[in-house]
């Protein structure tokens, strides 16, 4: 009777949240940071691979904050995000990466920018990107034109799209990982998206007239 009441998820411990395990990992329960960087694994590659653009070295940089963010993990503030915090520091390692004599294999930061932050960018086409039909973003191919055209981006547009579109993190946060301004990080994220919007327009209305018989000389009545 006792092993039928008893099932496999009445042995399960809950799971704690994040802060309950920062806490532990603090009082030296260190078995536990498996659990707390796990979620974090694929948005620490992203965003070293975001300045690096080299599998192997965004690689390198993710183990290394993995490691750093376990050394110091004491140093986390009560007010900071863990993951803001954590992307904080795979962006330095990176860029710190990059600056060791391996600067010439990669993008300027400035590459590609002729204006100030306090300047304007005109896109010369916009798509509305709510009349993309949901099936079409399944694709594989397109998938790699949307990655191929943000890793087009000049770098510092490309981060804070990352950020704040892909990570999610907020204004706030994500000024703090860059270390510029809210103001300054909106701007960029302004220009980030719509010089994608550009990138990617040609590509939407091309599939919008495939998709359409008429317009290859198809009668669809």
């Not at 309950?20 to 659990?35: N, P």
């Not at 503030?77 to 391996?102: C, D, P, Q, V, Y």
């Not at 300027?108 to 304007?120: A, F, K, M, R, Y």
């Not at 034109?145 to 946060?173: C, T």
Request: proline fraction near 4%.
């Amino acid at each position: 009777m006792v092993g039928t009441s008893l099932g496999t998820g009445a042995l399960q411990e809950p799971k704690m949240d994040e802060p309950t395990l920062i806490e532990c990992i603090r009082a030296g329960d260190t078995s536990l940071f498996l659990d707390l960087i796990r979620p974090y694994e694929r948005s620490i590659y992203l965003i070293a691979y975001s300045v690096l653009k080299n599998e192997a070295d965004a690689e390198d940089t993710a183990q290394e904050t993995v490691l750093k963010a376990f050394q110091h993990l004491d140093q986390l503030r009560s007010n900071t995000s863990f993951k803001s915090w954590l992307l904080h520091i795979a962006m330095n390692e990176a860029r710190m990466r990059r600056r060791k004599g391996r600067a010439h294999l990669y993008e300027s930061l400035d590459e590609g920018i002729q204006q100030s932050e306090e300047g304007e960018i005109m896109p010369r086409q916009l798509a509305d990107w709510r009349e993309i039909p949901s099936e079409a973003l399944e694709r594989k191919e397109l998938r790699q034109q949307l990655s191929a055209a943000l890793y087009s981006l000049p770098e510092n547009y490309r981060e804070i799209f990352l950020l704040r579109d892909e990570q999610h993190l907020s204004e706030k946060e994500a000024a703090e990982v860059l270390g510029i301004s809210v103001s300054a990080a909106k701007i960029r994220l302004h220009r980030a998206r719509l010089q994608l919007r550009e990138k990617l327009t040609p590509i939407f209305k091309k599939r919008w007239r495939d998709r359409l018989p008429f317009l290859k000389g198809e009668k669809p009545w």
